[in-house]
Nanobody, 125 residues
Framework: QVQLAESGGGLVQAGGSLRLSCAAS????????MGWFRQAPGKEREFVSG?????????LYADSVKGRFTISRDNAKNTVYLQMNSLKPDDTAVYYC?????????????????WGQGTQVTVSS
């Protein structure tokens, strides 16, 4: 069973940057896609970005973050990252990393079977 732990959240002014990290335990990390989701108060959890495993080379972004966020993974460190630039107040949310059920990234929370505890990102205007 993979366990995930996010870090790197915080308070930043609009236009600023943050880098989230998600450290995974377990030897199967490299065999599965990884995703980032976020949830703002009163809203449903939404897809942010996903990255495939195994050299498949597929990366997905939500339209709202395309061009500003970059996902990457380091299988040697069992870690997935989310570099967030040009942050906006609308990016304020709890950010979760999640392990996909398959090698290709997926958009729905139900297509992920392990979740971190979340890290708060707050962007002030």
């Amino acid at each position: 069973q993979v366990q995930l732990a996010e870090s790197g959240g915080g308070l930043v002014q609009a236009g600023g940057s943050l880098r989230l990290s998600c450290a995974a335990s377990g030897r199967t990390f490299s065999a599965y896609a990884m995703g980032w989701f976020r949830q703002a108060p009163g809203k449903e959890r939404e897809f942010v970005s996903g990255i495939s495993c195994c050299g498949i080379g597929t990366i997905l972004y939500a339209d709202s973050v395309k061009g500003r966020f970059t996902i990457s993974r380091d299988n040697a460190k069992n870690t997935v990252y989310l570099q967030m630039n040009s942050l906006k107040p609308d990016d304020t949310a709890v950010y979760y990393c999640a392990k996909g059920r398959w090698g290709a990234p997926a958009l729905r929370p139900s297509e992920h079977d392990a979740w971190g505890q979340g890290t708060q990102v707050t962007v002030s205007s």
